[in-house]
């Protein structure tokens, strides 16, 4: 049995080229995301997708320090929403939930049509929500780089001079890495209680 190639192959690249993404593409993952499954078929996602420069300045001012890669991204996807739009049940908000699934449908199609993405909490929401005026009881739940990611060795001179090659190293040692994921046996149990 072999998992969908774009499971095992997705990264969160934090180097993306400088090139527009296609419009059809774009909707093509809002229309993944809006397909996924939701509590009652809810859908309490929202996004708001940023590509023009005045919006993505906007949406920058929100990154934490840590972050300043995304800067880079030609599009910035905010995923936003409420609690009043889904279920509490024993305490769980559903909507936290039922987004991010929301956001894996669209971080899977966007693989399967050579896009990346990079999903991020380093942001400071009171700024987004500023930015954007989204009042509350709004939530943001989290927010998204999307493009093209770039080849650290053809793309190279370009990322060294925008960021340096200090940080070009940093960002190419960690690129380079295997992905690592937990055993079968740690995450799964049968039966029984066994973590």
């Known amino acids: 049995m072999k998992l969908l190639p774009e499971i095992q192959t997705r990264r969160s690249p934090i180097i993306f080229q400088n090139r527009p993404v296609e419009q059809e593409k774009i909707e093509v993952v809002l229309e993944a995301a809006r397909w996924a499954p939701s ?95 989204i009042p509350d009881p709004w939530r943001v739940i989290v927010l998204i780089a999307l493009g093209y990611e770039a080849d650290m060795a053809r793309d190279k001179r370009g990322i060294v001079q925008k960021l340096g090659m200090q940080v070009f190293e940093k960002i190419r040692e960690r690129m380079v890495k295997p992905r690592e994921r937990k055993s079968l046996q740690e995450i799964a149990s049968f039966n029984t209680f066994a973590f």
């Open 39 to 133: 509590s009652y078929n809810h859908q309490p996602w929202r996004y708001i997708v940023v590509n023009e420069n005045e919006a993505l300045n906007k949406a920058r001012k929100g990154l934490v320090a840590g972050n300043f890669w995304a800067k880079q991204a030609p599009i910035l996807i905010i995923a936003l929403s409420k609690p009043e739009f889904d279920d509490t049940v024993d305490g769980k908000e559903y909507y936290l939930y039922d987004t991010g699934q929301s956001v894996m449908s669209l971080a899977l199609e966007a693989e399967h049509l050579g896009l990346s993405t990079h999903q991020m909490l380093g942001f400071t929401e009171a700024t987004i929500k500023k930015e954007f005026a």
